[in-house]
């Protein structure tokens, strides 16, 4: 039975190149990576770590990152897939231990984590109103005719669409039945001013 409080994260660095591992015995495990790099049977060959190792001359080091004693083996590969994003480790192949690349990783960790990302995106548009707004602005006088061009496209592209939704009535709060893109004007009108009066 494997003994996971012997349990350590560790990288492997080739000239500015990273990657991060884990391993619950150090000395078998650096053993296996250097069998890997030369030898052309092994079905790992060809993983990006020993291609890159292999064209910087055979130059790496393998070092213990962090001892981490633990219960499982999914215990430290959510250890080892943190340590993986905080020093953007540009070597693994997929994100650690899920058999995923990045980008599914990714797609994966987003579907399941859709209300909390939700929510932090809220609190941060919360508070950076200011930034938010002063970033379009400036994205929009950096970018007028981009953003002309692209409107004159959707326009072309949706015509029947956008004519059904400027047909579309709806009911106001205050009661009166006006086509939805005439909402903004109504509320300004007198009959709609009248009635937040009375609010």
């Not at 905080?86 to 960790?109: P, V, W």
């Not at 669409?161 to 205050?174: A, D």
């Amino acid at each position: 039975m494997a003994d996971y409080s012997k349990a350590i994260i560790y990288t492997i660095r080739s000239k500015d190149s990273i990657y991060v591992g884990s391993t619950i015995n150090f000395i078998s495990r650096k053993n296996q990576h250097k069998a890997c790099i030369y030898n052309e049977n092994s079905p790992k060959y060809n993983h990006k770590l020993y291609k890159i190792i292999r064209e910087n001359d055979g130059e790496w080091s393998m070092r213990p990152y962090r001892a981490f004693p633990c219960n499982s083996k999914m215990e430290l590969t959510i250890e080892e897939e943190r340590i993986r994003c905080e020093l953007n480790a540009n070597l693994n192949m997929r994100s650690c231990g899920s058999g995923l690349t990045e980008k599914e990783y990714l797609i994966k960790y987003r579907e399941n984590n859709k209300e909390k990302i939700s929510e932090i995106g809220r609190q941060y548009r919360e508070e950076n109103k200011d930034k938010i707004k002063e970033n379009k602005k400036q994205y929009y006088q950096e970018n007028k005719e981009k953003i002309s061009e692209q409107l004159k496209q959707y326009r072309e592209e949706n015509k029947e669409k956008i004519s059904e939704q400027k047909k579309e009535k709806i009911t106001c709060e205050c009661g009166s039945i006006c086509r939805k893109s005439d909402l903004a004007r109504h509320k300004r009108s007198k009959k709609h001013l009248d009635w937040e009066k009375l609010k």
